[in-house]
């Protein structure tokens, strides 16, 4: 598992090889010739954005923006990305909730060596589920996730949805100050804590923005939360609105109700039925506007509820057969910890272990290991007064209880595991690799709380 220079090298004389025999320099020179493939270049570069009035932020931007470009695909099709790294450091893109193999998941060291300043890197993968998903880099996480290197990737359904309208909303929490300069992005007590908390709260980098919906029609909103500590208490102030998808998952839709906890790294896809012209609402973090959506005149026929989405190919577990796992997450540090060996400091563990930032042989020595097909529970227990976002790359896993909810099952790749709450997943080992697992608060996952998970 461990990489070289000339492995990397190797794997890129292999894409150029690709490109000759299998028609894929046709592929690069433009779109028409295979219009099923999505085809983008990617720069990742330092820019100046405006996040405060009048202020300039040094943002680090996908594509100039941040949170970076929309990408999107569609379900079943290939989705490629030349990524050019413009920054000043290594980075690599994770692409979070897609099922994929091991080579394309951007984990430095695991999956792919860090694509050096001024290096580039080409990501080719099938999209399976359709879904709002995101990506971002593994490398540096607290830094580069905080100076805005986050995006959506919506892969679109094979067939129309029934949604005539959609947005897509990323919710980001930034760590400025008055003037718009970067403040810390982690700080050890707070990283001992619930994550370093941001000030200003963004929807598609604008604070407060005024968003138009067209009256009378059912808007797919798709909430991305790509921030990195904040779970959002999630509510509108009017309006009627069901959910569809949960973390790119369909659901029997079902109302919004009133408040919906979207942790680090979580999406949900609702329905919002639009009032009639004029009219405000709210989208709210618990009493903070977020966003104001206003309704404007529109010429189309009144919409109505579209129907369930179609349920993405994901393998259904057997929990008859299953094997159960147990993974206790616990809090490890003193406040005045000291740093282990590499300087990372390490607050967090699971099963007694500490994931250490600085070490790049973790993933070596996985937590657990799975038959391939085999299918597994995991009893997930969190022993800490601080709630994590569980999250698991290359598969998508079903929730199936909790001992502090009632629990309709879901399919999804996150799980807010609560203050001493016991949850069950479970899941079919269908992608061998070495996948990481780890909680999407950025600083609780860089000092401890992550570990690899290997299918055999
Ligand atoms: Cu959103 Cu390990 O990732
Ligand atoms: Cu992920
Ligand atoms: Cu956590």
Redesign the pocket.
Known sequence: MTFTRRKMLVGMAGVVALGVVGGGARYWLGRPADPVTHDYELIAAPADIELVAGAKTPAWCYGGQAPGVELRARQGDWLRVRFINHLPEPTTI?W??IRLPLNMDG?PYVSQLPVMPGESFDYLFQVHDAGSF?Y?P?TTSAGQLGRGLVGPLIVEEREPSGFRHERTLSLKNWHVDKQGAFTDFSVPREAARAGTPGVLSTVNGEHAPTLELPAGQVVRLRILNVTNTLTYRLNLSDGQARIYAIDGHPILPRPLGKEYWLGP?MRIDLALKVPAVGEHISLRNGPLRLATLTSVATAETEGDWPAPLPANPVAEPDLEKAETLRFNFEWAGTLSADTGPTGAFTFWQINGQAWDINDKTCADRPIATLQRDGHYIFELRNLSQYQHPI?L?GMTFKVISSNRKRIDPWFTD?YLLGKNETARIALVADNPGVW?F?C?VIDH?ETGL?AAIEVV
């Open positions: 994770h979070h909730g984990v995101w971002h593994h790294g999250h790359h996150t990481m780890h999407h996952m992550m």
